[in-house]
């Protein structure tokens, strides 16, 4: 029989007495409006089909159904909706297959789990990733799958949102079959033979309940909402993902199902899952740079070299390591390059204890370094990234030096923090080459790289970083060339508001809650700990060397006493041995209080909302003045750094999506309020926020 087209994007068609429904949505056939439709269609037809003995629900392209169509998400839900489909879809009195192929996700596992029987090749994965949208699985998920696994893993994957491979989800009883090779059509078609062959019944996973009677009554969920208090802190939609897993165990199905949806409905509506939402197509949109296209012309990039085999040095070599890049370090003593790598294997031993890696794969890695003591190691590699601490006179050396030796087409790239990519690619004569990739510490765990480019940095360097980033496993996204660029320009302003905050009267224990409190993994003080104090004083060393005006902190009496931050055991905060829990420190609070005595200052009693407003508000006119000046092309570029860079809370959407939901005329308003009181730059109300609030628009906008 000819495939017989439902809708555009799902056919139905018979081979032998199996009827077959296809989806084709690219690129990862999603649910949206149409594919629902299409697919009831294809079971009503398969249903009336007399011929069709068994029925198959396979996919083409690359995945199975990867979940609901999230573009649809706050948009009024069109039928049929995808309850109604899982529904049906069960209820089909014809034994259904669905045979899985790439990631069966959400939405897409739910419709798995509404057929009968489950067949995968070995490649596939499963998962219900709801939670990460800050939603819960809404379409049967937390009443099926836990009738397949027992309490504990269905509120494992659904909590955690975690992908599980075929093998694994066969042995969980997820999936009833998992073959080897990759021809899902045939898998899929081998299975549902055999299914009409042996005569297998219809199977519904609603009327399975050996698993439900076992766990009822379970102290599970108790445990698990304590776990989440600690790992999920601020999250909203985690915890209805336990109370919908507790409804299977608690309510017949069809009442669970209701349970289900209102909690959904609920997780729907919160402000968490639209952050989510604009995070996760934020991540992807970054990529999409202005002024590349898919036609500008990549490099390869085969080997790297790296100088500097600090922290920070040895950290972005593991990043190429563990794709397979090898990797070449130069140092100037053999004693930091032998620290260097030590430090890297202790790394790689720590993940084989973990049972993260086999002791085979650390010595395969550490097989792909070449540490050197010379540039001239540098002459046949791809891309060179400078990695030594912040002077721009040593980096304009090296960028000298790496002119002459690097072969014609190498990047050379540096990981500057702060300082000027033009300045430093005005050492080399070929600054078209010469871009700045910028990683976050440590850098082999933080996700972020923030690409930079110079005046001259050709197209081909900067669409080959962006490659880069995506073959490192990292968020790449492309900004321009100024102080501190997007991420650390917007911290600066914050460093200098919470420090003056303390200056003022505030504790640095008051600031840091605040910005917890907001959803930060911590606060500025701490964080300047886990840095280095030394660091900041560095750069404010500097700039004041520079001729600029910075005035003189309390920190800056920390690093002058060797109080250098969680590396010395003392630095804001006090730390005891072997942990990184900050401790406020008396003799801190004396010498801050030395401090203000000096500079004549009377502590007042600051409030919580003064702290959020000068800190975070401030970033937001920092990011308008950043968009003003096309530093940032877009709101999300500068969300995303945030969000991957310094663990802005994802659920708030980061600084430029949340200052929407704060409403611009409010912060407007307080910037106004600060530049009367406090004063300084950073206070100048930036004309993109006057002008978005005179037209009453937002930055979502632009
Ligand atoms: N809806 C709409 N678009 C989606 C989508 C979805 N569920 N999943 C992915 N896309 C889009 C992406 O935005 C991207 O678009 P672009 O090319 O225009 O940027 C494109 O598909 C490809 O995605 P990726 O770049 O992420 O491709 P990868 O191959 O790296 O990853 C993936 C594929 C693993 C499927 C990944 O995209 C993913 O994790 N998607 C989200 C899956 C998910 O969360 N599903 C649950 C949805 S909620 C739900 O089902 C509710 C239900 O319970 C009621």
Known sequence: MRGEIMSEVVSYNREGNIGVITVNYPPVNALGQAVRSGLLAALEQGQKDTEARALLLVCEGRTFIAGADIREFGKPMQEPTLPTLVNTFENSDKPLVAAIHGTALGGGLETALSCHYRVAISSAKVGLPEVKLGLLPGAGGTQRLPRLTGARKALEMITTGEFVGAKDALALGILDAVEEGDDIRAVGMAYAQKVVDEGKPVRRVRDITDKIEADKGSDVFDQFRDELKKRARGLFSPFKCVDAVEAAFNLPF???????????????????????????????????????????????????????????????????????????????????????????????????????????????????????????????????????????????????????????????????????????????????????????????????????????????????????????KKVGVMVGNCYGFVGNRMLHKRGTEAMSLVDEGATPQQVDKVLTDLGFPMGQFAMSDLAGIDVGYRIREERRKAGEDIPASWMDKLAEQGRLGQKTQAGVYKYEEGSRKPIPDPEVEQLIEQFRKEQGITPREITNQEILERCVYVMINEGAKILEEGIADRPLDIDIVWIYGYGFPAYRGGPMFWADQEGLDTILSAVKKYQDTVGGEQWEPAALLEKLVAEGRKFADL
């Open 254 to 472: 069809d009442e669970g199902m209701k349970r289900e949806r209102e909690l959904f409905m609920e997780c729907m509506e919160s402000p968490q899952r639209a952050g989510l939402i604009h995070s996760f197509f934020g991540e992807r949109e970054v990529s999409k740079v202005k002024g590349l296209s898919k036609d500008t012309p990549v490099r390869d990039v085969k080997s790297v070299g790296i100088i500097g085999a600090g922290t920070m040095g040895g950290g972005i070599a593991m990043n190429f390591v563990n794709v397979g890049i090898p990797v070449t370090i130069v140092e100037v003593k053999q004693e930091a390059l032998d620290k260097g790598l030590a430090i890297i294997r202790r790394n790689y031993e720590n993940s084989a204890k973990k049972g993260k890696l086999t002791q085979e794969q650390v010595e395969q890695r550490m097989a792909l370094i070449t540490p050197s003591l010379t540039y001239d190691d540098f002459r046949d590699v791809d891309l060179v990234i400078e990695a030594v601490f912040e002077n721009m006179a040593i980096k304009k050396e090296i960028f000298a030096k790496l002119d002459e030796v690097c072969k014609p087409g190498a990047i050379l790239a540096s990981n500057t923090s702060t300082l000027d990519i033009d300045e430093i690619a005005s050492a080399t004569k070929r600054p078209e080459d010469v871009v700045g990739m910028h990683f976050f510490s440590p850098a082999n765990v933080m996700k972020l790289l923030e690409n930079v480019r110079g005046s001259k940095t050709s197209d081909e360097v900067k669409a080959t970083v962006m490659a880069v980033a995506k073959k490192i």
